[in-house]
T-cell receptor, first 114, second 114 residues
Framework: NAGVTQTPKFQVLKTGQSMTLQCAQD?????MYWYRQDPGMGLRLIYY???????DKGEVPNGYNVSRLNKREFSLRLESAAPSQTSVYFC?????????????FGDGTRLSIL | DQQVKQNSPSLSVQEGRISILNCDYT??????FLWYKKYPAEGPTFLIS?????DKNEDGRFTVFLNKSAKHLSLHIVPSQPGDSAVYFC?????????????FGPGTSLSVIP
């Protein structure tokens, strides 16, 4: 049982390049999330998808887009990467959007933008 | 402005002793609190949670205490084991219209010394 799988694990981009971070879960969860983690800060929510077919902005959505491709997959796209987007990105899923249904996280994608 | 604070970036404890990790919050609307544990190169994993209607929740070696009047919660690990060495994130949740917004603290790195 893989849980939440993120690809790639590492990526280096040049400023202005685009890329898509992939996330898939096999727990039949309804809700999925994208976070970024920066040094000295907690995880910050970029976008979330409460259920298949819906997406909403989190705390720090600027510069990102998402697609909930189906119930299993939720991708994060950087259209024109900027150095400020250098971070570790985590995807998570949960049965629903309520906090008593804790989130399950992937192992992260470490992204560096030069 | 961090709404969830973990003022100790790191903590070292001898194996077998008690580890106490602290967390303070500023928003009185938070109604659910969670602790996540993170090993290097892995995603956070859910550890324990507590509702604001309780002041204590226990799960094996882990106990979380909530003091609402002080806006403070703590995680106690007794006895501490080397495998507990990890970063611990405190998180607090506030209900919003379409989801429970979860705010993460910056984390405390715990080292349990054999």
């Amino acid at each position: 049982n893989a849980g939440v799988t993120q690809t790639p694990k590492f990526q280096v981009l040049k400023t202005g390049q685009s890329m898509t971070l992939q996330c898939a879960q096999d727990m039949n969860h309804n809700s999925m999330y994208w976070y970024r983690q920066d040094p000295g800060m907690g995880l910050r929510l970029i976008y979330y998808s409460a259920s298949e077919g819906t997406t909403d902005k989190g705390e720090v959505p600027n510069g990102y887009n998402v697609s909930r491709l189906n119930k299993r997959e939720f991708s994060l796209r950087l259209e024109s990467a900027a150095p400020s987007q250098t971070s570790v990105y985590f995807c998570a899923s949960s049965p629903g959007v309520y906090s008593n249904q804790p989130q399950h996280f992937g192992d992260g994608t470490r992204l560096s933008i030069l | 402005d961090q709404q969830v604070k973990q003022n100790s970036p790191s903590l070292s404890v001898q194996e077998g002793r008690i580890s106490i990790l602290n967390c303070d919050y500023t928003n009185s609307m938070f109604d659910y609190f969670l602790w996540y544990k993170k090993y290097p190169a892995e995603g956070p994993t859910f550890l324990i949670s507590i509702s604001s209607i309780k002041d204590k929740n226990e799960d094996g070696r882990f106990t979380v205490f909530l003091n609402k009047s002080a806006k403070h919660l703590s995680l106690h690990i007794v006895p501490s084991q080397p495998g507990d060495s990890a970063v611990y994130f405190c998180a607090a949740s506030v209900p919003k219209a379409s989801y429970d917004k979860v705010i993460f603290g910056p984390g405390t790195s715990l080292s349990v010394i054999p």
